[in-house]
């Protein structure tokens, strides 16, 4: 008697699918659609600040301490308008930090390989890990749209490359059938 060894093959053939699908967006990438989403998220943070605005309102009505509520909500709604203003350049600047941030990073794991080599038995991979790292923040800090858009591209197609797998693999699956062991049973 055969049966399906694997009865829910089609899970794995959506996920396939749902990856694909996500690696042909990130594909689809550009530097007007990150700027739209960075538009986007602008008007989100704008939004917040003017919840808090409303929140503090609120306080005020109940005798409640609402100081730091309002230097919050100008301070979100400052950094909303900017954004919403500015999408371009808020996200040079985002990426840019982020880089100087990671060049940081990887010369301090430099300092401590200095400090630290005699420790360790494997020097090499905080060796790779720092240089990979001041690489990444040093991209970032001169060309971040054009790096970023390329890390897309290369996730988006690893991303279509595992979905087809999966897919593939899934109808493989499907395929297979199991034939169960009869068990004999042990004399007595």
């Not at 689809?28 to 704008?46: A, M, N, P, Q």
């Not at 409303?54 to 900017?82: H, M, P, W, Y």
């Not at 430099?110 to 005699?118: A, H, M, Q, R, S």
């Not at 020097?123 to 890990?129: E, P, R, T, V, W």
Request: net charge positive.
């Amino acid at each position: 008697m055969e049966t399906r060894a694997y009865k829910n093959w089609w899970i794995l053939a959506a996920n396939g699918l749902i990856a694909v699908l996500f690696g042909l967006l990130l594909l689809g990438f550009t530097e007007d659609v990150i700027r739209k989403i960075v538009f986007y998220f602008g008007v989100i943070v704008l939004i917040c600040g003017l919840a808090l605005v409303a929140l503090a309102i609120r306080n005020i009505k109940k005798d409640k301490g609402s100081l730091v509520i309002i230097l919050e909500a100008v301070v979100t709604i400052a950094i909303g308008l900017i954004i919403v203003v500015q999408p371009s350049e808020s996200l040079k600047l985002f990426l840019t930090l982020i880089g100087i941030w990671a060049v940081i990073i990887g010369i301090v794991q430099l300092v401590i390989l200095i400090n630290i080599k005699d420790a360790l038995s494997n020097k090499n991979i905080l060796l790779i890990s720092a240089l990979i790292t001041i690489s990444v923040g040093i991209a970032l800090m001169f060309a971040p749209i054009s790096f970023v858009l390329g890390i897309l591209k290369v996730f988006g197609v690893v991303s279509c490359a595992l979905g087809i797998l999966m897919i593939y693999f899934s109808f493989v699956l499907r395929a297979v059938k199991f034939v169960p062991e009869k068990k004999e049973e042990v004399a007595k």
